[in-house]
């Protein structure tokens, strides 16, 4: 099993940043890849950005974020960030860090679907503010 904890949301002005954090451990040499997505109340999840999580620095994002968010990992602490920038008011939503196991089909072709995905954190709420 892998537990994801994920921190660093919060209230922000339209403009604004903010870097929100996602803790790995438990069976974290497992993991394949890490992702962030987000649900706004009356809306489905959505991806938002991925990352592999070893060897290539292989990164994919939602057209609604390119130029804006970043997202990173640190390996030794077993950390993904999401570095969002230029925040606007519809960037409002809980914000989820998942982890994926490896699987047969090429995650480029498959990033931005949930089911990829094994795990799960709790959330962080970013509130946009206009």
């Known amino acids: 099993q892998v537990q994801l904890v994920e921190s660093g949301g919060g209230l922000v002005q339209s403009g604004g940043s903010l870097r929100l954090s996602c803790a790995a451990s438990?069976?974290?040499?497992?993991?394949?890849?890490l992702a962030w997505f987000r649900q706004a109340p009356g809306k489905e999840r959505e991806f938002v950005a991925a990352?592999?999580?070893?060897?290539?620095?292989?990164?994919y994002y939602a057209d609604s974020v390119k130029g804006r968010f970043t997202i990173s990992r640190d390996n030794a602490k077993s950390t993904v960030y999401l570095q969002t920038d230029s925040l606007k008011p519809e960037d409002t939503a809980v914000y989820y860090c998942?982890?994926?196991?490896?699987?047969?089909?090429?995650?480029?072709?498959?990033?931005?679907?949930?089911?990829?995905?094994?795990?799960w954190g709790q959330g962080t709420q970013v509130t946009v503010s206009s």
């Open positions: 438990g069976r974290t040499f497992t993991i394949y890849a």
């Open positions: 990352i592999n999580w070893s060897g290539g620095r292989s990164t």
């Open positions: 998942a982890a994926g196991r490896a699987r047969p089909q090429p995650f480029g072709n498959t990033y931005d679907s949930p089911q990829r995905y094994d795990y």
